[in-house]
C-alpha cells in the first residue's frame, strides 16, 4: 500500500473568500513561489487519477479538483469575474479581519464596499493609494452585509441590484412612454428617491413594485391602478424577444422572474385587460379590429403602431392562452360574463 503525498498545509477555505484567493492563499502557505507552480502540481496530480484538467483556471473546475484533492467540498461560488477583476494594488481591506481570518472575503472587491462590519472601521489601500477614501459615508453599511448570511451572498446581492436596477428600468420607461403616448406626466423623482435611499432588499418584490407605482401615481396625481396596468403591459413588452427588445431599451437583460409575475398579477386583476385578454384568446391572432385602446380608456389615444407593439408582446409571451385559464375562475369571482367576440 502507497500513501499518497499531499500538500502540508491544507487550510480550510474561508466562507467568503474566492476561489482563486483560496488558491493563491495555499500556494503561499505551502512555499510555492507563484500559483502557477500550485496549477503544475495539480495537473500532474490530477494525470495520476486520470482526471481531465482543462479548464483548472476556471473557478467550478478548480472548486471540483480542490474538493477532490481535499477530500471535502469546496465551494466555487458564483462570482463575475467583470466586476471582480481588479487589480490587486487596488484592493482594500480590513487589517483586523485579515490578520484573524488570513483571508480575502469577495466584498472586499467591491468597489463601494469602504467600511468593515465587522471592526467598524475603514478599509485600507493594500499599496499606498489613499486617494477618494473620504468621499463616502462611512456610517452607511454596504447592502452586501445584509446577505452574508445567505448560502450566495454573491447571487442574493446580484439580484438585489438587479431588482432595482429594474425598478428604475421601469420608473423611466413609464415617463417616457405617458410622454410620448399619453400626453401625461409621470413624475418619478421621488420613486427613484425611493429606490436609490430605501434598503430596498427588506420588500418583497411586489411591495417595491406597489410602493414605486403609488408613488408615482400620488405625484403625478394619476390613478394607482391605472399606471400599474401600463407599467404591467411595459414589463410585458420587454419581455419580447425580437425586434421590440430593442424598441423597449435598455434593460431588458435585467428583467427578473418577480418583475414578470408582478405584471402577470396586474393585468388580470384590471377588468378591461382581462375582458381583452379573453377576446383576444377567442378571436383570430391579430385580428384588426382587436385593440387595446378600444378596450382601455386611458389607452385610447394610442396609435395603431404602440398598440400592435403592446398587443404583440401579450400574443408572443402567451398571455392569452396561458392566462386565459387563470381568467375563468377570477372571472366568475368577480360575477363577470365572458364577453363575445363581436362585442368590439
Ligand atoms: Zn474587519
Redesign the pocket.
Known amino acids: 500500500m502507497t500513501i499518497e503525498r499531499k500538500l502540508l498545509i491544507r487550510s480550510h477555505k474561508h466562507q467568503f473568500e474566492r476561489i482563486d484567493d483560496y488558491f493563491v492563499r495555499m500556494a503561499g502557505t505551502n512555499g510555492f513561489s507563484s500559483t502557477n507552480r500550485l496549477i503544475k502540481y495539480f495537473r500532474s496530480w490530477i494525470k495520476t487519477k486520470e482526471l481531465n484538467c482543462r479548464g483548472i483556471d476556471k473557478a467550478d473546475t478548480t472548486a471540483q479538483i480542490l474538493s477532490l484533492y481535499l477530500g471535502r467540498k469546496i465551494e466555487a461560488k458564483s462570482f463575475d469575474r467583470l466586476t471582480f477583476a481588479r487589480l490587486y494594488q487596488n484592493l482594500k481591506i480590513?487589517k483586523?479581519?485579515f490578520s484573524k481570518n488570513k483571508a480575502i472575503p469577495f466584498y472586499w472587491y467591491l468597489d463601494d464596499y469602504c467600511w468593515?462590519h465587522?471592526?467598524h472601521?475603514p478599509l485600507h489601500h493594500t499599496a499606498s493609494k489613499q486617494k477618494e477614501a473620504e468621499k463616502y459615508d462611512y456610517t452607511v453599511a454596504h447592502p452586501i452585509v445584509d446577505f452574508l448570511d445567505c448560502d450566495d451572498p454573491w447571487s442574493a446581492y446580484c439580484s438585489m441590484l438587479r431588482s432595482e436596477q429594474e425598478l428604475r428600468w421601469l420608473c423611466y420607461r413609464l415617463k417616457q412612454f405617458s410622454e410620448t403616448h399619453l400626453a401625461t406626466h409621470t413624475h418619478i423623482a421621488e420613486a427613484i428617491g425611493w429606490i436609490d435611499s430605501a434598503n430596498t432588499c427588506e420588500y418583497l418584490s411586489s411591495d417595491r413594485f406597489e410602493r414605486v407605482t403609488s408613488l408615482m401615481a400620488e405625484h403625478s396625481k394619476q390613478s394607482a391602478s391605472h399606471l400599474r396596468l401600463v407599467a404591467a403591459l411595459l414589463i410585458w413588452q420587454r419581455m419580447v424577444p425580437d425586434h421590440l427588445f430593442h424598441v423597449a431599451g435598455s434593460g431588458a437583460e435585467s428583467a427578473t422572474e418577480a418583475s414578470l409575475e408582478w405584471a402577470s398579477r396586474q393585468l388580470i386583476a384590471y377588468e378591461p385587460m382581462l375582458r381583452f385578454i379573453s377576446d383576444a384568446h377567442q378571436a383570430p391572432r391579430n385580428t384588426p379590429k382587436l385593440r387595446l385602446r378600444d378596450y382601455i380608456p386611458m389607452l385610447s389615444s394610442l396609435d395603431e403602431n404602440t398598440d400592435k407593439a403592446l398587443r404583440k408582446a401579450i400574443y408572443s409571451c402567451g398571455l392569452t392562452t396561458d392566462f386565459f385559464s387563470n381568467a375563468s375562475s377570477i372571472y366568475n369571482q368577480i360575477g363577470f360574463n365572458c364577453p363575445s367576440p363581436d362585442m368590439v
Request: glycine share 0%; aromatic share 0%.
Open positions: 480590513c483586523a479581519c468593515c465587522t471592526h472601521e
